[in-house]
């Protein structure tokens, strides 16, 4: 047999195996681990303390533990690792708080709601991703609605809600002649502050208005507000009309609707009994309120960041300095001194007798804290923007919005995301003080729990078990950040 | 128009805010509501705690309990507020609760500056210390220099600075937040004395690995009367929450049970006994109330001892003895007003 050099074609000579010694485990034990005398010492060490470190650790979490157990006696009889048993026993106390047993359903029903309307917006691959964000749109309202319950008035308005803005955000010609893109946001700030008005005002402060039409009155009512409703929709199916008259008619019917809502009676035409049992919010805690406020900080604090940052980099003075000035005292305090604020400062200012929830309060006090930092970060990706950018917008005719929304904005968020999902992680972390207000968290709860006698002493368990929770949340959107960045990295990066 | 002005009320208050009615008495707006608002700790081992399903209990619930028993005759017409050391006070004078049932000691700037009303007093505490027994400390004058594990923003803080500078010792103060860090902190070692109330102390000691490895000193250096409080300005109401605890330390002096009230309830020689229960007299109108409530508290709650033995009693793990806490008969100071 002949060696001589078989000559292949371009591009189909087989791959050969790389020489003996230069592939393997070995090799890469040798690359990796015992390199250099310096490395095998590290190694050496390591191992040792990891030898030293995981049996008890595994013995402790899996091996020794104890998963079903009446009291921390009966735990320390079975083994003597931890007492998951615990855990097991207050699992439904750490979830749902004190939500009712037979409401519990509904949490249930929204988190699984919560994670599909987040299909749509976490993952642009999402088949049919244009009707789902219309759900997504109108998620909140109906967790709203799930959570605390009520006549279902508020699941209506996010229905309408998520009708008028995908729309208008997602898919509205932006080159309309008149620049209708203006009046669309115009629009859609208009339609999110009076759903919003509407929607504290119908929960929070159920001002049972009763005209007193009786029955016959209720359905009219309901169908002159549906009619009300469906005359502001028309400009958005009628493009033809001219982008003024669209503004003006959108509006315009919008405050009829509202009106006659507020006049007419704040039942949407269901009966006044509750479809579902109200349950006051301080009876959220566990699990379930971290979720409600770290999901409602998040998804609150991102626009309302994002319109700090553009504010404090406005021309118009007033603008700035309100944008500088909130910014900069928001992020002088610390957040438990807002919460503080929230808590016990409020209480003072408000007249006696008003019942202004909790919940809502902290809620608020959450989402401008992380706004403002959310500011600061998106306005150090604006920096990073080249003023051509903004200049070449200008000289092809955009408007602010338009140049904003379509040249500067994709380009300075991409940038900022590790720092934006950096503030979230924080944000999700952070609401673990509200147990300082006398929130029940899931510390709150472990607490609570802990000072059972037939449990005490088991704070470790609990411990280890909220942090899993944490690191599983945190972890995920760290990972999400980081495929985000890879999908959207458009090569201008060396590396 | 009343239409309008409810509605232009609503927007003036920048459809936030909203007027709950016009404020009469306390108890006429909690028997509109439906139930009783109480300010509760976030946990105290024996004093306030969720049990497995999820209900709290404890010392200091069941005070919340007996007054819920006695205006509606239901234990469960009772919304807890969990309150901290820091919020408590605002939560009660902003009447977002309607009695703090909190482990709260009774001192003169809290009844009179912060505007509050202590309507008696459930435990008798006071201050005392816990060290490990290797230290062969046995007393606390003998703790110069010692680290003590304390609690921030309560008065245990405030006594713990008194007592070592009028014993003109030195220490090196600990700060933690909570009983459970405390715990843990002292048992890492990272204090060599836990402070707090001899309650509290009694509880953390049971929890330890080894209880008998460690002791409580024999000086308790404050007094800790306990006490459930009301706002100032409502008298009828501090009347209803201080009577239903003296009911149920009365009914102990009596030797009225949960399970006896029932037949004592239908008439007995003693005419007390039977103004209590209310098969003699109307005291309960004098209050606002049926003539049944103090039986309604017992018999749902228990009387003051029953309530004692169950949570923090010798039986339980926390194992407190009556002591002061116990009857004036029998040694102790827990003493009632007659119901006359």
């Known amino acids: 047999m002949e060696t001589a050099t078989r000559a ?15 592939s393997g485990v070995l090799y890469w034990m040798h690359k990796n681990l015992f390199s250099s005398p310096f490395n095998v010492i590290l190694t050496l060490l390591t191992a040792y303390f990891l030898y030293l470190l995981l049996p008890p650790l595994f013995g402790w979490l899996m091996i020794d533990s104890v998963f079903v157990a009446d009291s921390r006696d009966h735990c320390r009889e079975l083994g003597s690792g931890a007492c998951w048993g615990f855990i097991g026993k207050r699992l439904g106390q750490f979830t749902y708080g004190f939500y009712p047993h037979d409401e519990r359903w509904r949490v249930v029903l929204c988190f699984a709601l919560f994670v599909a309307a987040c299909v749509p917006i976490l993952w642009d691959g999402a088949p049919n991703r244009k009707k789902w964000l219309y759900f997504a749109a109108a998620f909140p309202f109906i967790a709203f609605w799930l959570l605390i319950g009520g006549n279902g008035s508020i699941a209506a308005y996010g229905i309408l809600f998520a009708l008028v803005v995908v729309p208008v955000v997602y898919f509205s010609p932006i080159d309309d002649a008149d620049g209708a893109d203006t009046g669309g946001l115009t629009y859609v700030l208009l339609a999110v502050w009076a759903f919003l008005l509407i929607g504290l005002q119908n929960i ?26 469906g005359l502001t929709m028309v400009p958005l199916f009628h493009r033809g009309m001219a982008g003024k008259l669209r503004r003006q008619w959108a509006t315009g019917f919008f405050a009829l609707a509202a009106l006659w809502h507020f006049v007419g009676g704040t039942n949407f035409g269901f009966s006044s009994d509750h479809l579902l049992t109200i349950v006051d919010t301080d009876q959220f805690g566990g699990f379930m309120l971290t979720m409600v406020i770290g999901v409602t900080g998040i998804v609150v604090s991102l626009p309302l960041g994002i319109l700090l940052a553009l504010g404090r980099q406005s021309d118009l003075h007033i603008i700035r300095w309100v944008c500088t000035g ?19 400062m409020l209480n003072y200012f408000l007249p006696p007798g008003s019942n202004f929830d909790l919940l809502l309060r902290v809620l608020i006090m959450v989402v401008l804290f992380s706004a403002a930092y959310l500011a600061e970060v998106v306005r150090g990706g604006l920096q990073a923007i080249p003023k051509g950018q903004t200049e070449a917008a200008d000289a092809m005719g955009l408007r602010y919005w338009q140049s904003m ?44 729990s802990l000072s059972d006698t037939k449990w005490q002493g088991l704070s470790t368990e609990v411990y280890v078990f909220i942090a899993i929770f944490f690191f599983i949340c945190c972890f995920s959107m760290s990972r999400y950040s980081i495929y985000l960045e890879n999908k959207l990295h458009t090569g201008h990066r060396e590396d | 128009m009343k239409t309008l002005s409810k509605f232009a009320l609503s927007a003036a208050a920048a459809g936030l805010i909203a007027s709950a009615g016009a404020s009469a008495g306390t108890l006429d707006d909690v028997k509109s509501k439906g139930f009783l608002q109480c300010g509760i700790s976030t946990g105290f081992p ?6 497995d399903a999820g209900n709290w209990q404890g010392f200091d619930p069941a005070v919340c309990k007996a007054v819920a028993a006695a205006i509606f005759g239901d234990t469960e017409k009772v919304k807890y507020t969990t309150t901290t050391g820091k919020t ?21 700037s809290r009844d009179t500056d912060l505007k509050l009303d202590f309507v008696g007093i459930n435990y008798y505490d006071g201050q005392g210390f816990m060290v490990p027994a290797e230290l062969g400390v046995s007393s606390a004058k003998d703790l110069d220099g010692a680290s003590v594990c304390i609690q921030t923003g309560t008065t245990t803080e405030l006594n713990l600075a008194d007592y070592f500078r009028t014993n003109n010792i030195s220490y090196e103060a600990v700060p933690i937040e909570t009983n459970d860090e405390a715990r843990t902190n002292y048992v890492a070692g990272r204090c060599d004395v836990y402070t707090t109330d001899a309650s509290g102390l009694a509880s953390t000691r049971s929890a330890l690995e080894d209880p008998s490895a460690h002791v409580v000193l024999p000086e ?52 007390e006994i039977n103004r209590l229960l209310g098969s003699e007299g109307d005291l309960g109108a004098m209050i606002g109330l049926d003539k049944a409530w103090a039986w309604r508290a017992i018999k749902m709650v228990g009387n003051y001892g029953e309530v004692f033995e169950q949570f923090i009693g010798k039986e339980t793990p926390i194992g407190i003895e009556r002591g002061v806490n116990d009857l004036w008969t029998n040694g102790g100071i827990l003493y009632s007003p007659p119901f006359r």
């Open chain 1, 8 to 22: 292949y074609p371009p591009g189909e000579h087989p791959d050969q195996k790389p020489p003996i010694g230069q």
């Open chain 1, 204 to 229: 929070f402060f159920s001002t049972d208005v009763d005209i007193g039409i009786g029955g016959l009155g209720n359905v009219m009512r309901t169908l002159i507000t549906l009619l009300l409703i």
């Open chain 1, 326 to 344: 909130f910014i900069e005292f928001i992020r002088g305090v610390p957040l438990i001194a807002l919460l503080f604020v929230a808590s016990t």
């Open chain 1, 405 to 448: 929304r379509l040249i500067v904005l994709p380009q300075a968020l991409k940038i900022s995301i590790p720092g934006i999902v950096n503030t979230f992680i924080g944000l999700f972390k952070d609401t673990t003080l509200v147990v300082i207000i006398g929130l029940l968290d899931p510390l709150g709860i472990g607490r609570a």
């Open chain 2, 46 to 51: 024996g004093f306030a705690f969720t049990d």
């Open chain 2, 88 to 108: 408590r006070f605002t939560a009660l004078s902003s009447g977002e609760v309607d009695v703090l049932a909190r482990n709260t000691t009774w001192t003169f």
């Open chain 2, 220 to 271: 308790i250096i404050s007094k800790e009367p306990l006490g459930p409080l009301v706002r100032h300005g409502d008298s009828e109401w501090a009347d209803i929450i201080r009577w239903t605890l003296n009911a149920m330390i009365t009914a102990e002096e009596l030797g009225v049970t949960s399970e006896n009230v029932d037949k004592m309830a239908t008439g007995t020689d003693n005419p």
